[in-house]
């Protein structure tokens, strides 16, 4: 069953079509990656789907229900989390303060119902002795990961990662991904933005290629990115 | 001693600035409003305790608890349908906004209660002092500058351990993320001004018990509020109690060199510290 549905996804800015007549589904706990140059599109993919921006044309459908028109404060209670690229923490507030935030409101309870849980998903992203910390003063890495921890604490059913990986050394990265594939290997769906392919290709089963917002590959990332056509506009390999 | 009695009036005087200063302090601190009609919105609380007492013939203490909940309602209804759309990049609008409020509120109480100056009813509680060695010290007095401490003891838990309170502090950090939590930046502010018009309500009790009140004197008491929490810093509550002590101080000292002084003295020590601290005594790191 797919927990996520597009079906013939448009949206302009003015004379600009950056999603143009997107298709595709995400099935229950996989994980998709998606590519594609600079100003492809992708970050509005993402914003059409939270609900941030409103597509004008084509439905999508999230468990089985049309969420086109649904606000994304509501999209967020029925379980969308995202983290974004530039990570936006509440700077002065503490990490753990974060999350309770980012608990409570996204899932509609009180902080007693959320305390457990916001404790477990800093174990899992490795902050729990930084809980205590203004977010203010984290490092990039540290950002990075409360970014995916807020996402958590929605405990959300599909989570979408902007580029998180970005600007990461190698070793924070790989730390990242680990922590990716154990939140992956709990059954939540992720699709993931992500320039550093390796990062992306040692997590997902499936990609997503987008150039000027059309969906010009989806399939086995091996596959994806021994096309050649994927080569020319993705890499600009002439092959 | 006399001095010495002259600094504690002026510390206990810092306290009634303090509870002006406090509201305003927190509708800056959580969405950046600068609210030009708050002083006039404390005279018009303190009409509303008037009517109050005057109608129904209770005591102004108990008649606040009455007007608390009202002024509330107020504030909610004033931030969610007035000021909340005067929000945004541009700070022009709700100073202008609130300007206009300002002006309507005291035409409106000139209307409704005429240009006589007015004072809620003294009993013996508020003409009580008590001795402290040599010193004499009014109860009333006491009692104002304890409320302040208290209301500002209360923001501080309100802000720091409770729910409401994280969700006021993430909203001012960045509404737009807030509301991608589900926060609701739009009832979080109105939330916010209710509350800012429940001390505010507090504040006019104790103005409209301590001095006489007409439908002129708003601007005034927002200008001693401004002083208070500029010189604190803004956003700081504890630094707004100092900033009303130290306005409070200076306007007894002055007032005992001079009686014509008391004001200026106050206005003064606004300048001076503005002077060596632009940024007040207990600035914010990050505005």
């Not at chain 2, 009609?37 to 305790?49: F, K, P, R, S, T």
């Not at chain 2, 994280?166 to 109105?190: C, E, H, Q, V, W």
């Amino acid at each position: 069953m797919s927990i996520l549905s597009l079906k013939n996804v448009s949206k302009s800015f003015g004379a600009l079509t950056v999603t143009d007549d997107a298709s595709f589904d995400v099935p229950q706990g996989q994980a998709l990656g998606i590519i594609g140059p600079n100003g492809a599109g992708k970050s509005t993919l993402f914003n059409l789907i939270t609900g941030n921006i409103r597509s004008d044309q084509g439905n999508i459908h999230f468990q089985g229900r049309d969420v086109t028109k649904v606000s994304a404060m509501e999209r967020c209670l029925t379980g969308i989390g995202r983290s974004f690229q530039i990570p936006q923490p509440f700077e002065k507030l503490t990490v753990y303060e974060n999350l309770l935030v980012a608990a409570t409101h996204g899932r509609n309870l009180s902080e007693r119902d959320v305390r457990d849980d916001c404790a477990d998903v800093l174990e899992r992203t490795e902050l729990i002795k930084r809980a205590n910390v203004p977010a203010g003063q984290l490092s990039l890495l540290e950002r990075k990961r409360l970014e995916l921890s807020r996402a958590m604490a929605t405990q959300p059913k599909l989570l979408l990662l902007d580029e998180i990986a970005g600007g990461l050394t190698e070793g924070e990265c790989q730390a990242l991904i680990r922590t990716i594939q154990d939140i992956h290997a709990q059954g939540v769906t992720i699709i993931w933005i992500e320039h550093v392919l390796h990062a992306l290709t040692s997590v997902v089963e499936r990609l997503l290629v987008l150039d000027f917002g059309k969906v010009i590959g989806l399939g086995d990332p091996d596959e994806i990115m021994a096309s050649k056509e994927v080569q020319e506009i993705y890499l600009g390999i002439e092959v | 001693m006399i001095w010495v009695d002259t600094i504690i009036q002026g510390i206990l005087l810092g306290g009634l600035y303090a509870l002006f200063a406090s509201g305003l302090s927190l509708v800056f601190g959580i969405m950046r409003l600068v609210n030009l009609a708050h002083g006039d919105l404390i005279v018009m609380g303190a009409y509303l305790i008037l009517v109050l007492v005057t109608l129904l013939g209770l005591s102004p203490f108990i008649a606040v608890f009455i007007a608390m909940p009202l002024m509330f309602a107020l504030g909610w209804v004033l931030q969610k349908y007035l000021l909340n759309r005067t929000l945004g990049d541009d700070i022009l609008p709700p100073l202008l906004v609130t300007f206009g409020l300002s002006i309507a509120l005291q035409n409106a109480l000139l209307e409704g209660f005429s240009a006589d100056s007015q004072r809620l009813p003294t009993n013996a509680l508020t003409t009580a002092s008590v001795e402290a060695g040599p010193i004499t010290l009014g109860v009333m007095p006491l009692l104002t500058f304890a409320s302040a401490v208290l209301v500002i003891i209360g923001l501080n838990q309100l802000f720091y351990r409770t729910e409401l309170g994280r969700a006021f502090r993430a909203t001012s950090d960045d509404a737009t993320t807030a509301s991608l939590m589900g926060i609701k930046p739009a009832n979080i502010f109105a939330t916010a001004t209710g509350i800012a018009l429940v001390i505010v309500t507090i504040a006019a009790l104790y103005l409209g018990l301590r001095a006489n009140f007409d439908p002129n004197i708003g601007p005034a008491r927002l200008i001693y509020a401004f002083e208070a929490v500029i010189i604190g810093g803004l956003g700081s509550l504890w630094g707004t109690l100092l900033g009303g002590i130290i306005i409070g101080v200076a306007q007894t000292v002055g007032a005992a060199i001079n009686p014509e002084w008391q004001i200026l003295a106050g206005h003064i020590a606004f300048l001076v510290v503005l002077l060596i601290r632009p940024r007040g005594l207990f600035p914010r790191a990050n505005d």
